[in-house]
């Protein structure tokens, strides 16, 4: 589980813009998901102050600051920026004074600004946090954006995982991992999939090698994180195995605690798998929609039993 993200990525990922360039943000963690505007600090009242998560100054509690006599802001300033925050965040094209930036360099607090409005920076902030500090866990498989939906192809090293994904990409589906799939648990209803940075857009074939998916085949074939909607498990054929033939009923795996529907697809010779994850992709969305196939023969089955009753 990650424990912490650095200031300097939440400002490059966001474009913030850097108004103590001289304080290295590369050593400021951010350890929380959750952001402070800090109105009530501002006008003295610090008993259950959150000072260890990102403060954010938008255009209220500036407008309040600017109207305070400049030693009285300067007091008020320094009572809050000493109190052990990671750093602060000035929204709606406000910045701070000269002797503001002086006291946040006094207590070693990076302070920065962005020219969008107050509510939509914390919603977005809210939601890098949230997936960067997610709980997150490391599996193997292969992760395949198939019409929209994310597909986690797992099973046994060397079925062929990465061989359908492949096929999925040649006919112009989109690559998230191969062999290793980084899920974060984002909410208690979504997964989120990435992959690593040493294997990003790569593929391992067997008797040839690794391969560049964004390079062989364009910038259009990958992407970089995709929700993780299907799981197909595949595994070897056994003649003695009872397989599902119908899909009425849903089975699952489970990741972090979220519940994520799966398929257990049996492999022989002839199979084409990138087929068969293509049409589980649709089928899958399909029923989201509610449209199930297997009710609706099953349906169509009981009507011929009763009207044949009825005769």
Known sequence: MKTFVLLSKLAQDLRLTNLTPDLNMDEVELTT?????????????????????VQIIGYVEYTYLMQLEKSILLDTYERFISRGIPCVIFTTLTEPSRDMLDIARKYNVPTLSTARTTSSFMAECIRWLGVELAPSISVHGVLVDVYGEGVLITGESGIGKSEAALE????????????????????????????????????????????????????????????????????????????????????????LGNRVVCHSI???????????????????????????????????????ITSKRGI
Do not use: C
């Not at 998901?33 to 998560?53: K, M, V, W």
């Not at 074939?221 to 595994?235: F, G």
């Open 266 to 304: 049996p492999i022989r010779p002839g199979r084409n798998l990138a087929v068969i994850v293509e049409t589980a992709a649709v089928n899958h969305r399909q029923k989201i929609m509610g449209y199930n196939a297997a009710e609706e023969l099953y349906r169509r089955v009981q009507e011929n």
């Open 33 to 53: 998901p959750e952001i402070n505007r800090p109105a009530l600090q501002l006008t003295g009242y610090y008993d259950h102050f959150a000072s260890d998560r």
């Open 168 to 255: 999925l990409v040649r006919r112009g589906h989109r690559l998230v991992s191969d062999d290793v799939v980084v899920i974060r648990k984002v909410s208690d209803i979504t997964l989120v999939g990435s992959a690593p940075d040493v294997t990003k857009h790569m593929i391992e074939l067997r008797g040839i090698g690794i391969i560049d998916v964004k390079m062989l085949y364009g910038v259009e074939h990958v992407k970089e994180t995709q929700s993780i909607d299907l799981v197909i498990r595949l595994e070897d054929w056994d003649k003695n195995k009872e397989y599902d033939r119908l899909g009425l009923a849903e089975e699952y795996t489970e990741y």
